[in-house]
Each structure stands twice: as structure tokens, then as C-alpha cells.
């Protein structure tokens, strides 16, 4: 698993343990943490996958590639494309090049913001993708490179696009944090949740245990697709809307503070669940509800303090290895009825 000890990949991890999987991670722990796997038997490789010998070394002999390294944040990207481009597109060039020799199966993951604004709702894969930031064309190139090697060389992928995931392991405390781990921090520490705009901007808000799940299964199963993959639930939901929820659960009003919109950023977002479904008819999505309680509670257990940024110490029985290099880690419970063996990076 490539980006494995990031906020998604901590999940899968550990979905891919219960599933009977050997679990092997590379990551340069950019936004990764050795403390997101303490405990659990994995490999963690400290390495970038800009670094092809790093990449060959993990990934020559096992069964499936679950590719989660990536260059996060709109915002990031406006301020360097062509690091988010080096790792997003040229990182993910060099996985699928290195899985190609052996026809190893890769899940490569995307991200609904690869659609761009404009167009109907809910967006359907075969709808025209407008990136609007880097970030969301360097997606979309990664997609185009994963299909390019599946027709081309006959490599089995599955390209996903994830839209809005939070839970548990999301890390906080740093500019680039998503929105629903910054409303949790800043209503934990008493100050004012920010919005950018209006707040009435839509997201398809996706619990992370419910993509571990999918993705689990893809790679357990091999999955492979011609073409991209909605992972998401069809939900619609308003950001003063998620600030209203938080205001149940925490029994109290929370102050709310309006700023300008940022640049690069989609107004509404909602996945066409028909294609999902049909390669993944067991999967069930938790409801929002629920989903922030039980995210809400797991920040509340440790505080404010931030998770999953920058480097931790290793605790546990990851085992690290390799040095420190490049840039280009990101994310990653499901479970999975099927009890597979073999090995996925």
C-alpha cells in the first residue's frame, strides 16, 4: 500500500490484517504517521514513490497494489503544481510502470474533484471532468495513466474517485486539513469554525470505514474496471448543515465565522452510485449521524491534539525501514468476508 500510513491507509491496513492479507507500507511520512500503524504487523518502507527503486523494491511480488500516495489539498497545489504533479501524476506513472512487469493488480485512487464545477448532479463517471486546480488535474492524469496501462497492456486496475472521506486518523492542526477534522478542532477548542463562503456548499460526505471496506475488497478480489469508479454514498449534505449536527452532538452552539471563498474549490458534489453498487452490492454506507458521532468521540478521546501529520515515533511493532525521501505519502475499518492470502502493497 503506497501512502499507507495516512489517514486512509490506517484503515485499510487494518482491514486488510482482519482479511488474512500480509500488508507491506510505503510511505515518506509527509502527512503519514509511523504512529497510525503502532501495534499492527506491516512492513512500513519509508520512501517516496518518485523513487522507482523504492517503489520496485516494495512492489515486485505481490498481489495487488492499493496506490493511496498522494500530494494532497486544492490549496496546496495553486501554490505548487509541479510538486503535486511530480508525485500525483509522475508517482503514479512509476507505480503502474513497476506493476506492469509483473501484471500486478493496482487500485489507484482518485478524487471527485477531478469533475470541476458545472455539469449535473449527481455526477456520473461519464460525465466532462473540468479540473479546476492542479490537484484535480494531476488526479485526473493519474486516472488516464491507470486506464492508458489497463487497455494498453492489458493490466488489471481499478481507478476510484473518492469524494469527501473523514473519520477517525484524519489529521488536523495544519493548513491543508480537510473540513470536517478542522470544524471537530476548532469547536474542541473553543474557537470559531471558519467557512468559506456561504456554507451552503454541498459535499457527498463518505464515512472512512465504508471506503477501508471497498477498497479492501478490491484488492482482495483483484477488482478491475475500463473506467472510473465513484466511491461514495449519493449523499448531499450543506456545510452549516455538518456544523448543525456538530451542535447536536456536542450539546452547545458553536460560533461560526465566514471567509472567502478559496480559489480552485467545486460549490456542489454528489457521486452516481449505479456503477458502485453493481462491483460492491454489500456495501452499505453508515449515515452521516452516525458516522460524526463516532468521529467526534474518537477526537474527543485524544483531544486536540493532531494525528497523522508530519513524523511520529515508532511504536509497536511496525517496523520501519529505509530512509526518509521526497515528497508524495497520503492516505489511507472495513472489513471483508473474503479470507484471502497473499500480499498487498
Known amino acids: 500500500m503506497t501512502g499507507g500510513a495516512g489517514f486512509v491507509g490506517a484503515h485499510l491496513t487494518r482491514a486488510l490484517l482482519a482479511a488474512g492479507a500480509e500488508v507491506i507500507v510505503i510511505d515518506d511520512l509527509s502527512t503519514g504517521a509511523v504512529a497510525n500503524l503502532a501495534g499492527l504487523p506491516v512492513r512500513l518502507v519509508v520512501g517516496s514513490v518518485t523513487d522507482r527503486a523504492t517503489v520496485e523494491e516494495v512492489c515486485t511480488g505481490v498481489d495487488s497494489i492499493v496506490h493511496l500516495a498522494a500530494r494532497p489539498s486544492v490549496e496546496r497545489s495553486l501554490l505548487d503544481p509541479m510538486a503535486t504533479h511530480a508525485v500525483n501524476a509522475t508517482g503514479t506513472l512509476t507505480v503502474l510502470d513497476v506493476a506492469q512487469r509483473d501484471e500486478t493488480h493496482v487500485v489507484v485512487v482518485s478524487s471527485s474533484s477531478v469533475y470541476g464545477a458545472g455539469g449535473t448532479l449527481p455526477r456520473t463517471e461519464d460525465a466532462p471532468c473540468r479540473p479546476r486546480s492542479p490537484y ?25 474517485r473518492l469524494f469527501n472521506v473523514f473519520g477517525p486518523y484524519q489529521s488536523v492542526g495544519h493548513p491543508y486539513a480537510a473540513v470536517v477534522p478542522t470544524f471537530i478542532e ?24 465504508d471506503v477501508a471496506g471497498m477498497l479492501c475488497d478490491a484488492a482482495l478480489r483483484r477488482l478491475s474496471h475500463p473506467h472510473p469508479v465513484n466511491i461514495a454514498f449519493g449523499t448531499r449534505t450543506d456545510l452549516l448543515t455538518m456544523i448543525g449536527q456538530l451542535e447536536r452532538l456536542l450539546g452547545r452552539s458553536l460560533p461560526v465565522r465566514h471567509d472567502a471563498p478559496r480559489s480552485g474549490d467545486v460549490r456542489d458534489s454528489q457521486a452516481s452510485t449505479e456503477t458502485m453498487r453493481a462491483l460492491f452490492p454489500d456495501a452499505a454506507g453508515l449515515d452521516l449521524a452516525s458516522a460524526l458521532e463516532a468521529t467526534l468521540a474518537w477526537y474527543l478521546d485524544r483531544g486536540t491534539e493532531t494525528t497523522g501529520t508530519g513524523s511520529a515515533a515508532a511504536t509497536g511493532s511496525a517496523a520501519a525501514t529505509g530512509s526518509a525521501a521526497g515528497t508524495g505519502s497520503a492516505a489511507g475499518t472495513g472489513t471483508s468476508d473474503e479470507s484471502a492470502a497473499g500480499s498487498v502493497v
Open 186 to 209: 476548532a469547536a474542541l477548542s473553543g474557537r470559531p469554525l471558519t467557512v468559506h463562503g456561504d456554507g451552503r456548499q454541498t459535499r457527498d460526505f463518505t464515512y472512512v470505514a
Open 136 to 160: 484535480a488535474a494531476s488526479k485526473l492524469a493519474a486516472e488516464g495513466y491507470a486506464l492508458s496501462y489497463q487497455a494498453g497492456f492489458g493490466l488489471p486496475v481499478l481507478a476510484v
